[in-house]
């Protein structure tokens, strides 16, 4: 059984920085796809950001370009999500998200594609 369990949130002013942890438990971490989605309050759960298995290809949203960097240490099962310049509207409840082996290569933007999720941790950006 896999599971993931998110951790690192919490209430950080405008301008500042958090760091997102996922630990993955069970099954062989690699060569999943890994991602983070999130979810604001009254809004549909949205891509954040998505590695590939070999940490080679990384894609981000829009929003997030420049200011978040995801990463995954193998070694350690476990993916990170760095937040940096954080503002008011990155306030959301972050999921981390992990795809099945069998799919194999996915593009990973899509919350479809991913088989296992995380509780959820709030970040609460204050202006």
């Known amino acids: 059984q896999v599971r993931l369990v998110e951790s690192g949130g919490g209430l950080v002013q405008a301008g500042g920085s958090l760091r997102l942890s996922c630990a993955v438990s069970g099954r062989t971490f690699s060569p999943y796809t890994v991602g983070w989605f999130r979810q604001a309050p009254g809004k549909e759960r949205e891509f954040v950001a998505t590695t590939s298995w070999s940490g080679g290809s990384r894609y981000y949203a829009d929003s997030v370009r420049g200011r978040f960097t995801i990463s995954r240490d193998d070694a350690k099962n476990t993916v990170y999500l760095q937040m940096n310049s954080l503002k008011p509207e990155d306030t959301a409840v972050y999921y981390c998200?992990?795809?099945?082996?069998?799919?194999?290569?996915?593009?990973?933007?899509?919350?479809?594609?991913?088989?296992?999720w995380g509780q959820g941790t709030r970040v609460t950006v204050s202006s």
């Open positions: 998200a992990r795809s099945a082996q069998w799919r194999g290569v996915v593009d990973g933007r899509f919350s479809y594609e991913y088989d296992y």
